[in-house]
């Protein structure tokens, strides 16, 4: 049989096993590396279908499983993964699973930037296809999103498509628009006669070239006071020239009346 060491074991399960007491007061492994330029650990596996490293650690509740720090870094990285793995089989490169579906308050991931650095950047090989900035504009295309959300497309038609399959009849694709008088998230004030609803906007590029001109749009108005369940509006249509932005030229009143040019 193969020859095993045990510290603080009788019959150690593994070549080497180190096992402390409830009462050990310290770390039960401790490696402390000062050479720069040397690795503290390094495992080389030949694994095939058995995990390189496990954890159990089921009785953990307040504290961490995995804790890294590393405050002086510059270029590098806290935690790399990298797999140049030429299979074509469908798999993972990382997992993250909440798999109980009672831990109503369990996050399976969390990201918090408290720097000016981009929150996340999503790269297909070299291109930056994906992005969230530091204060929350998501990038669709784009590295540098100038609205809450942006979806660029160049050399092509950029599309946002809605899909609905369903064998219900009155089951559709929605786009909605939202808007309360309150000025916290999930509360609802009333909205006020004249108040804007909601917009639809177009721009085109005017001809210095110097920058993205509004060209046209549609909005929606409060035609009166909010009643206890429903909202009166109208919809205004607006279009412009090649010397003036655009104005209303059309409107559909609360009544279904179409006035155009009045």
Known sequence: SQDRVGIGASSPSGILEVEQSSTGGTACLYIDNNDTDQYAMYVSASNIDENVMHIT????????????????????????????????????????????????????????????????????????????????????????????????????????MLSCFSTTDDHSAILTFKKSGHGTEGSYTATADDETIGDIRFYGADSGPTESALAAWISCYQDGSAGATYIPTRLVFGTGTDSSAPTEKMRIDLNGNVGIGT
């Open 57 to 160: 650690a089921d009785g953990v509740t307040t504290a961490k499983v995995i804790n890294i720090t590393a405050d002086g870094l510059t270029s590098g990285s806290a935690l790399y993964i990298d797999s140049d793995s030429s299979s074509t089989t469908a798999r993972n490169i990382v997992n993250i699973i909440q798999n109980n579906a009672s831990a109503s308050g369990a996050v399976p991931l969390r990201l918090q930037q408290d720097g000016t650095a981009d929150i996340m950047q999503v790269f297909d090989t070299t291109t930056e296809v994906f992005t969230i900035l530091d204060g929350g504009n998501v990038g669709i295309g784009t590295s540098s999103p100038d609205s809450l959300v942006q979806i660029l497309e160049t050399g092509a038609s950029s599309q946002l």
